[in-house]
Structures are given as C-alpha cells and as structure tokens.
C-alpha cells in the first residue's frame, strides 16, 4: 500500500532533470510537420536556436526547483506547527488529568488548521506570480503571433 504521506513522490515531479527532458529540443521540433516540408532542416533549426533552447531548459530547470523549494517550505510550515502542537500537548498531559484527550485533539486540530491556511497562502502566492508572468507576456505572445502572419508564406 502506498504512503499517502510520502512526500518524496511528489517532489520527484519538480525534479530539474525531469523537467529537461520534457523541454527536449528534439521532442518540441517534432511538432514540426516535415511531410509538409520534406526539405526542412529541424536539425538548422536547432543549431541556429541552440543558446534559446538551453536558456529556456536553464529556466525551466531554475522553476522546477522553485517549486521544489515551495513544497520544502510547506512542509517546513506544516512540520513546525504540529511540533509545537506536540510541545504543547506534552505540557498538557502533564498539567491535566481525564480531559487530555480532548485538549491534544484540539491543540492539534488548531496547528493543522493553521498550517494547511499557511501552506495553502504560499501556493496562492506561488500561482499568482505564475499568472502575473504569464499575464505580461501574454501580449508579446500575440505580437510575435501577428508578425508571424504578416510574413510572406
């Protein structure tokens, strides 16, 4: 059975050399139709836009880790709260008597609480500069897009 809890899996998913694999420069110029073009050289293409491609899989590799870094942090988050949760029932169970449980159950509760808000905020941050990056190239998208189509075909 696997450990829902095991973090290391989701991890792996930003792990920078998976995520160069997926930027491979030989796996997006298939997308190329050279049937089309029988004499299009994918191989001039790549030569020519080498530094770009690099560039683009140093970046994406930079992100990967970013994101890593994120989920480190969450669970950093989560793991300091519900340490203190456990301080914090430790005293109780030394200051209290039948009604233990109940307060461990809500000092724990509190921290997780407290933990999922945090670690759910650093996500939200973390998408919402994804979306103001994406938000402000968006329009030279569209411009490289519309020059393409202006050239002669």
């Not at 420069?25 to 530094?51: C, Q």
């Not at 808000?117 to 103001?132: C, G, H, Q, T, Y």
Request: aromatic share 10%.
């Amino acid at each position: 059975m696997k450990n829902p809890y095991d973090y290391g899996q989701m991890f792996k998913m930003f792990d920078p050399a998976d995520v160069q694999k997926v930027f491979d420069p030989n796996r997006m110029l298939a997308m190329f139709e050279p049937s089309k073009s029988p004499a299009f050289d994918l191989s001039g293409v790549f030569d020519m836009n080498r530094k770009n491609f690099e560039a683009m899989v140093e970046a994406n590799k930079a992100a990967a880790a970013a994101y890593k870094d994120l989920l480190e942090k969450q669970m950093e988050v989560f793991a300091q709260l519900t340490a203190a949760a456990r301080d914090h029932t430790a005293w109780i169970d030394e200051t209290t008597g039948p009604q233990a449980i109940s307060q461990r159950t809500e000092a724990y509760g509190a921290a997780v609480e407290k933990a999922l808000i945090l670690m759910r905020k650093l996500a939200d941050s973390a998408r919402d500069a994804n979306e103001e990056a994406y938000t402000q190239l968006k329009g030279q998208v569209s411009e490289a897009l519309e020059d393409l189509q202006r050239k002669p075909k």
